[in-house]
């Protein structure tokens, strides 16, 4: 049981699922597929319409012209290749969910509309994909109940047909009550795989390829301020000054809880506005999106949270900053190669701050 409610109560990061979406070349076709997916639906209800005219009320003819037009409309919003926010995409779920069941609830008793209860496969996987348990949950109460309605409908008016509504039925329980469940264990495993990969063991900071992903997201929210566009995308690049006499002093495990303690503060200072990774061995990278002046401000305040004469292996830090104007990153076609060339620069600038002696802050020209 607790296992269960820790399933439960798991929350599900939209954001970092649609970043670790547009880090990928294949998963970036998901919202084509999403496209696809949604014109068969409308194909199927305009060939529900034209094979069951005269079968079904005015009003069930209706409906099934209203889902066809409507998940054209949702097909070609899709087409964008855009994902959508939160918000847009629980109302995809809701209003996808409701318009297939519709159209089924709409078609005249028989095996066939049983059949067609496989349409709410892709909506499920697609809930599995993005959203929490609860969701998915919701989803197959859903699903499972109509299936149940459209099978009492099969048998009580084709009675001869019972068998062939049951073995249906069976074959659609098997797809939308095993498989999908399935896919859902198997899809969350490999999603907390993919988040472990995006950070560093040893600090719980990012990895450089968590970072690329943070960035994209960070770049995506509204500018903040009076001039949006005056805005700039800053790096500051930390290394940790004299760790190796650290090692040698202390031992590596006092070495390691250096690294802990520098990336913790690094990470209380970074709060909502930026992003810190660990590049690997002592050294650390901010990003921020911001007026040009905090990142300075940011930089200061690193340099001076880093080095405390409490800690029982004080070290300094040396530390380069570099920026680069918000409109270089708009376009998204190398967006990861724009950010290597700005962490490039400030690297540059630190390694010029720890030639000048360490404990202190150089910026790039």
């Known amino acids: 049981m607790s296992a269960l409610r820790v399933w439960w109560s798991a ?3 939209y ?3 649609v970043s670790y979406h547009r880090t990928h070349p294949v998963l970036r076709a998901a919202p084509y597929l999403i496209a696809s997916t949604c014109a068969l639906i409308a194909v199927v209800g305009a060939l529900s319409l034209a094979s069951s005219r005269g079968e079904v ?3 069930a003819s209706w409906i099934l012209v209203g889902v066809a037009v409507l ?3 949702i097909g070609l ?3 964008r290749g855009e994902m959508p926010t939160r918000t847009q995409s629980r109302w995809f779920v809701a209003v996808g969910d409701s318009s297939i069941a519709a159209m089924l609830l709409s078609l005249p008793p028989s095996p066939i509309s049983v059949a067609l209860g496989m349409l709410f496969a892709p909506m499920g996987n697609y809930t599995n994909v993005f959203h929490g348990p609860r969701a998915f949950a919701v989803h197959h109460v859903l699903s499972m109940g109509v299936v149940l ?8 008016s084709e009675p001869e047909e019972t068998l062939t509504a049951i073995t249906t039925s069976i074959a659609v329980t098997v797809v939308l009550f095993a498989a999908s469940p399935l896919n859902h264990f198997f899809f969350d495993t490999l999603r907390q795989d993919a988040a472990r990969s995006y950070f560093d063991h040893l600090t719980g900071l990012r990895n450089r390829r968590g970072l690329f992903a943070a960035v994209h997201a960070l770049l995506q929210r509204p500018k903040t301020g009076e ?3 005056s805005c700039c995308v800053s790096a500051i690049c930390i290394d940790l000054d004299s760790c190796k006499a650290v090692n040698d002093q202390f031992g590596h495990a006092t070495g390691d809880d250096v690294l802990r303690e520098t990336a913790g503060r690094i990470l209380h200072l970074c709060g909502d506005e930026a992003v810190g990774a660990r590049l690997g061995g002592e050294e650390f990278v901010v990003i921020l999106v911001s007026e040009p002046d905090r990142a300075s401000q940011l930089a200061c305040a690193l340099l001076a949270a880093i080095y405390d004469v ?3 292996a004080p070290v300094s830090a040396s530390i380069g900053v570099a920026s680069a104007s918000i409109q270089d990153f708009e376009s998204d076609v190398d967006m990861a190669g724009t950010v290597r060339a700005l962490i490039d620069v400030a690297d540059d600038a630190m390694y010029e701050a720890k030639r000048r002696g360490g404990n202190r802050i150089a910026h790039a020209p």
């Open 11 to 13: 929350a599900i990061d």
């Open 15 to 17: 954001d970092w699922v």
């Open 57 to 59: 009320a005015p009003y």
């Open 71 to 73: 998940s054209t409309t």
């Open 77 to 79: 919003w899709w087409l």
């Open 149 to 156: 309605v459209l099978f009492v409908r099969a048998i009580v």
């Open 227 to 229: 001039s949006p566009n």
């Open 310 to 312: 409490r800690d029982r």
